[in-house]
């Protein structure tokens, strides 16, 4: 009879056990307090608790469906869960354990915290008892927080809990265990510690989207010694410290997923004006278990003064971009070698090397500039002078000559990181969002075609000065200042025609710039080096004559072309209707040097010339102070048709982030081309693919929306958006699936109706 | 060599004139200078940062919806700062960067209204819907404070004190970092704390 009895007791306790709910009233729980979209309660792990043993309580938050409370560091904006203590004397609280946070979107705003439920542990240690028996305390908490949505609610609750304190040694009853479940269970969301990895950090840069290199916490992770290779995953990482990281942080910047790595490392963007603590903290999230079944892995203060993190690409990238990144660590000798941005994905070559062609062929072509062709044409008839004289002196001619260029392109190299050090942000595509960049090309150009026209000389012209030159000092000196001055008379040229190779290098670490510039340099001298060694295809050089003046008239008109292209450029920048006014300055400019064409030349008298000279002064300078007050005209309401590329005719819509979510929102797929109309790649790619019969129709038929994104003008939006997908600038081709809203295809650089086609296919 | 050293003084002189007609590109940076803006205020008509060229600037971030922004101007202390500051010649920029249809969003007749019934003591309410300002000088919370120097430069940004809460009673024992640089700036010295975590409900742009 006892034993039934004693069986029904268990079986009564065991079912009670077993139906105790997770969520639900818990024992010993405090009375829930309703606040705007929030209750809260105050549940002990266990109602009867030993003196000197420490217990949890947890606060437990419910929040309405699509309301938020926030972790330690609310992220963007927001505030955290607080919690004021109340203890019976000698009874110490810990601070709050918080589970693993989750990222919410506030428009583009990101914060960082919990919905729905949310488990707050905090540990509480009681004193060492004095020996008496049981005794009633009671542990109250007065708790704040922010709740939001749209609105934000602060809130309040106080809660108590009544407990029963017994002296040390005292047997437990099992039934005062009655939170077991739902502890285990709050523990469970709580990040592990890290048993994995030695981490470090250093503040430093890394290179952006859209010019200017970023501010950036370099995070290293080190296997400890005896783990093992682990593939990590799409990682996040959440710092405990606000106003110190970019909360948009985004996949760009992650070691490949699938790789087993021993070593990574992670640069995080710095919040704008944002802080630089001695020391981070935070969380790192993966979409994979990295320790255990854990994805979320506490890691615990570390410094960031740690000047031994190779900032280097090596393990750092996009997976596409992997192949060449690993061979990119081999050619990267010394400096601070920063990861490859963007750009078209070179498969199988190694990167640098083709750069350095790139560079080389580059350099090759600045020989038919009309900043150099007549220069240097003029050069090669000296050099007959020295050939007919000794073969051998010829050779020495040659790389002296070499010599001259590629030490003034160092010079120029030298400026470029000079500038760039002194903390300028000189990146080419970028300035051509300037109005004022491309008025003073505008003005270059048009004053240096002008030149070419022969309506004025500059001084006795450059072939003077090479005469002058070389009278004075030795030929050896002579060819190294003849290979300067053929690099000096190139620079104008440089910037529009070599702009991608410059940009590059202006992003890239001192030694590989230093690289690209030596390689231009190479490129540049090598016909004339080539000539001193093969004196016998001089027979191809065309001969001196009348030629050369068509010829140099001729270079002027391509001048003018880039000088309508730009024009149209700065029309597109600050509006049309400064456009006329605009060519009546470069008509003051053209009058000016006329001026000083005619009556600036040595064969008139001192006054006179100084006099032209002062008069075409004015004129230039008249004409530069009212462009540059054209520069400044409010630019007008960009609208999609005003950048060409015709797309007029086709329903091309304006991007915005809301209009692609409304489009996959009604299971259309998007295709965004992101444009600009100083880029002549994106005009080009627009004509060839995107105006294609077959694409269009292809568009059509899958009812997709055509979203386009204008960054003629500076746009911060699609600068963060261009960065997100590891580009510095435009074109950027983007095809969303309505499947698969968050990873949208990205087309090349160099567009084909046949990609975009495919691309559709796979829809 | 004449023609050598004319062309790059030539070529540079172009090239510096041209940057300094730039204006409008960059993000806020603290130590550069502070982008011009052009808004439409509460009195309907346009203003520039650029008009007030040559003054102290405070640009302060604000939202009448939100909680953080109720503490300072509930409160009165908000229209205090603003009296005080603007007393001393300081030009104070309010700005509601909401989007259309998003929480705090207002149109001119809606702010004219708030300053008059608020009491607002500043230079100027300005209106930036678009976001196009907020996102320039990345204001995230409202509020969220900027100072600008009388040279144009950008000497803080950050949040009003280091009391982040909505309880009005934390407002006279916070620390003050706007009041503080402005003294700071006007006294010739620099800014001791540039920047401070911003506080308070997020800015209401348009969403993602």
Known sequence: ?763 | MRTFLFIAICASTLLSLGLAAENTSALATIGQSAPNFTLQGSDGKEHSLADYKGKFIVLEWTNPNCPFVHKFYDSGAMQKFQKEETAKGVVWLRINSSAAGHEGSQTVSDLAAYVQSHHVAATASLLDPDGKVGHMYGARTTPHMFVINEQGTLVYAGGIDNRPSPDPADIAAAKNYVTTALDEAMAGKPVSTPTARPYGCSVKYASN
């Open chain 1, 1 to 763: 009879m006892i034993r039934t009895f004693l069986l029904f007791l268990i079986s009564c306790n065991l079912l009670a056990r077993a139906s105790e709910p997770i969520a639900g009233p818990h024992g010993g729980a405090s009375a829930t307090v309703s606040q705007p979209h929030v209750t809260a309660e105050l549940i002990p792990e266990r109602t009867l608790i030993t003196a000197g043993q420490p217990f949890d309580v947890i606060l437990h938050l419910h929040m309405d469906p699509d309301w938020h409370t926030y972790w330690i560091n609310p992220g963007d904006a927001g505030l955290a869960t607080q919690i004021e203590w109340t203890l019976p004397p000698g009874f110490t609280a810990g601070p709050i354990q918080w589970p693993t946070p989750e990222k919410h979107n506030m428009g583009p705003l990101i914060t960082y915290g919990y919905g729905g439920d949310v488990y707050l542990l905090t540990t509480i240690t009681p004193p060492a008892a004095d020996g008496s028996s049981v005794n009633k305390v009671q542990i109250k908490a007065h708790a704040t927080w922010l709740v939001c949505q749209e609105e934000c609610i602060p809130g309040k609750a106080d809660l108590e809990v009544d407990l029963s304190l017994a002296a040390k040694g005292a047997l437990l009853d099992f039934k005062s265990f009655v939170n077991e479940d739902l502890f285990r269970e709050a523990r469970g969301h709580l990040p592990v510690p890290n048993t994995l990895w030695e981490v470090k950090g250093r503040y430093d840069i890394k290179p952006g989207v859209g010019g200017p290199r970023q501010q950036a916490l370099w995070m290293q992770f080190k296997n400890k010694p005896g783990m093992n290779e682990l593939a990590v995953g799409q990682l996040y990482f959440f710092p405990e410290q606000s106003n110190v990281l970019n909360a948009n942080e985004d996949d760009n910047s992650h070691p490949d997923p699938k790789q087993k790595l021993s070593e990574f490392l992670l640069p995080l963007t710095l919040q704008q004006n944002g802080e630089k603590p001695a020391q981070i903290s935070g969380v790192l999230v993966s979409d994979q278990s990295l320790i255990g079944n854990s994805r979320a892995v506490y890691i615990a203060p570390f410094p960031t003064d740690a000047s031994d993190i190779p900032v280097s690409s090596a393990s750092l990238t996009n997976p596409i971009q992997q192949n060449v990144v690993s061979e990119n660590s081999a050619a990267i000798a010394t400096g601070h070698p920063e990861p490859v941005e963007g750009s078209v994905p070179l498969a199988a070559q190694p990167w640098l090397i083709a750069v350095l062609g790139a560079a080389f062929v580059g350099g090759l072509i600045l020989n038919l500039m009309p900043c150099v062709l007549p220069v240097l044409s003029l050069k090669v008839f000296s050099l007959m002078k020295h050939a007919g004289k000794n073969p051998r002196s010829a050779w020495i001619q040659g790389v002296a000559f070499t010599a001259g260029v590629v030490i003034s392109f160092w010079m120029l190299a030298g400026l470029l990181l000079a500038l760039r050090a002194a903390g300028n942000q000189l990146g080419w595509g970028f300035q051509m969002q300037s109005p004022g960049f491309v008025l003073a090309l505008i003005f270059i150009f048009f004053l240096l075609a002008l030149n070419l026209f022969g309506v004025f000389e500059l001084g006795t012209s450059l072939v003077g000065v090479d005469a002058k030159a070389t009278s004075h000092v030795s030929g050896f000196a002579s060819s190294f200042l003849n290979g300067a001055l053929a690099t000096l008379a190139a620079t104008p040229c440089t910037a529009p025609f070599m702009g991608s190779s410059l940009g590059f290098a202006a992003q890239q670490p001192p030694f590989v710039a230093l690289l690209i510039f030596t390689f231009l340099a190479l490129g540049m001298a090598t016909p004339y080096f080539l000539l001193t060694i093969f004196p016998g295809a001089l027979r191809f050089v065309p001969k001196p004559g009348a030629w050369m003046e068509a010829f140099k008239q001729f270079m002027g008109f391509l001048l003018m072309a880039t000088v309508i292209f730009l024009v149209y450029v700065f029309g597109a920048l600050v509006g049309q209707d400064e456009v006329p006014w605009l060519l009546v300055t470069l008509l003051l400019a053209g009058v000016g040097a006329w001026i000083y064409g005619r009556w600036g030349t040595p064969t008139h008298s001192g006054p006179v010339r100084v006099t032209a000279f002062m008069v075409a002064l004015g004129f230039l300078a008249s004409a530069l102070n009212w462009g540059v007050a054209l520069a400044q005209a409010t630019p007008p309401e960009a609208t999609v048709g005003s950048s060409p590329g015709g797309q007029g005719n086709f329903s091309w819509q304006t991007w915005s982030p809301a209009a692609v979510d409304e489009a996959l929102a009604q299971g259309r797929p998007v295709f965004v081309d992101f444009t600009a109309a100083w880029c002549l790649s994106c005009k080009v790619n627009e004509r060839v693919a995107l105006e294609n019969d077959a694409v269009k129709k292809a568009f059509t038929e899958k009812n997709a929306v055509l979203l386009q994104a204008d960054w003629t003008h500076s746009d911060p939006q699609i600068s963060e958006t261009l960065r997100r997908f590891n580009r510095d600038g435009v074109p950027l081709y983007l095809l969303y699936s309505p499947k698969n809203k968050n990873a949208p295809q990205v087309l090349p650089e160099v567009l084909t109706p046949g990609m975009v086609l495919e691309a559709l296919q796979s829809l």
